[in-house]
């Protein structure tokens, strides 16, 4: 009765994850144009306090002993990170109010993420991510086909698909997030001669056509390189490459190379037609950097608000002619190493690279999940913030970076821990996709 009853228990608890992976990765975007702005507050407010109610719920039947935080010494990397960034945010923003709520969601999506790397596998994870990311697909489908008067776009993307975001590079990122990730389960479940079903591969490929269809070269690009890494390198390499080391030489050499050497490509790239300011990119990071070097250089300013501090806006548009493009532009560095810079300073892009280092120095002695997994999202998050932004607080790329850092930091124990209170291991379904 007991086993029937945490069995049940876990399959309510494993929709509410489904729920909220579903709104992590976009929902309900340009839904909002149908249904009124109403509905993004409510569904991310209501993914926010299902996430703190299952980590309450979990912590213990008696509910004067829940805790919404349990402070294991083997996550010391990412609190820390994530503590220095609320105060010296809290220290240099100009906005404490927005900052409040801003370091707290934070906060909580860390929180939340080491929960999910203690209560499912590795595996169940991936599975309840692919549920989510099918429903993600299918209403990213649905809304140009059912809404097609609300489906406007900006004349570049007219002819790509953009889903519900309205945006190529968004939904490109997307996709091949759930790309990568699916390809993860397929390795993890061939390991164990645990074949995934026809449906598994027809979904794979219903989304290689829709990254087709976004017109990302970007997006495409990356996925054959974690694709090269996942199916040639680590079945001839037993031994998982460094990827803590691996992000930091080239995060940040990546930058270096692309300000010192493009430039002197340049007559070369123009000469068969490539942009080679990467779509202007490499001059916003030279503002930027200029920007930082002279303003709140070591606390930057303040998590999430660099975009929102109209002072820093200003002194990037001063870099820029104003009747250019870029005197105006205000969506992001469009690098993560720099989204972080802005707001974090250089104290916080230290404390970062130095969380990443610890969460992954033990990576060589975790369970064969755990390798795959951890080093392709990490290869993943790598490439993808060379020119994208990323951080946002409750996006899917912040909550699986502090997901894989988690597991990183557990990589001592072969199975995911649940405490005694939390609910049973057993998978979550025996003949899924």
Not at 302 to 308: A, K, L, P, V
Request: with cysteine.
């Amino acid at each position: 009765m007991e086993t029937e009853q945490a069995f049940s228990r876990k399959k309510w608890v494993s929709l509410a994850v489904i729920c909220i992976f579903l709104n992590i990765l976009g929902f309900p975007g340009n839904y909002t144009r149908v249904f009124g702005g109403w509905l993004k507050p409510a569904v991310e407010y209501g993914a926010f306090f299902l996430e703190l109610l299952l980590m309450l719920a979990s912590s213990s039947d008696n509910v004067m002993e829940m805790k919404l935080i349990d402070l294991d010494y083997r996550f010391t990397p990412i609190y820390l990170f994530v503590l220095e960034v609320a105060v010296t945010s809290m220290i240099s923003t100009n906005n404490r109010q927005e900052e409040i709520v801003t370091v707290f969601r934070l906060a909580v999506t860390a929180c939340f993420a080491v929960w999910l790397a203690r209560t499912f596998s590795v595996e169940e994870l991936l599975r309840l991510l692919l549920y989510s990311q099918i429903l993600f697909v299918a209403v990213s489908v649905a809304f140009p086909v059912l809404f097609s008067a609300y489906d406007v776009r900006a004349a570049s993307y007219r002819n790509s698909f953009v889903g519900i975001g309205g945006v190529k590079n968004e939904i490109a990122g997307e996709l091949s997030f759930g790309l990568i990730m699916q390809m993860v389960l397929y390795r993890i479940r061939e390991l164990k001669n645990d074949r995934p079903g026809r449906a598994f591969f027809v979904f794979a490929a219903v989304q290689v056509i829709l990254l087709i269809l976004a017109k990302s070269a970007g997006a495409i690009i990356t996925v054959l390189l974690i694709f090269a890494y996942i199916f040639i390198y680590q079945k001839r390499h037993e031994q998982t490459v460094n990827i803590g080391l691996v992000y930091l030489l080239t995060a940040s050499g990546f930058i270096v190379l692309a300000l010192t050497m493009m430039p002197l490509f340049e007559p070369l790239l123009e000469m068969i037609g490539k942009d080679p300011t990467l779509t202007g990119r490499i001059p916003l990071w030279r503002q930027m950097i200029s920007v930082m070097q002279e303003n709140k250089t070591f606390f930057g300013f303040g998590y999430g608000m660099f975009w929102r501090d109209q002072r820093a806006v200003n002194l990037m548009h001063a870099g820029f002619d104003k009747y250019s493009f870029m005197a105006g532009m205000t969506s992001g560095s469009h690098n993560d190493l720099l989204e972080l810079l802005a707001n974090c300073g250089i104290m916080g892009v230290a404390s970062f690279f130095l969380s990443m280092l610890l969460s992954f120095s033990g990576l060589r002695n975790a369970d064969r999940d755990r390798k795959i997994f951890c080093s392709a999202f990490v290869l993943y998050f790598t490439i993808h913030g060379l020119t994208e932004r990323t951080w946002t607080p409750f996006q899917y790329m912040t909550l699986f970076l502090f997901i894989s850092m988690a597991h990183g930091r557990m990589a001592e124990t072969e199975n995911a821990e649940c405490s005694p209170s939390q609910l049973s291991s057993q998978p979550i379904t025996e003949n899924g996709i």
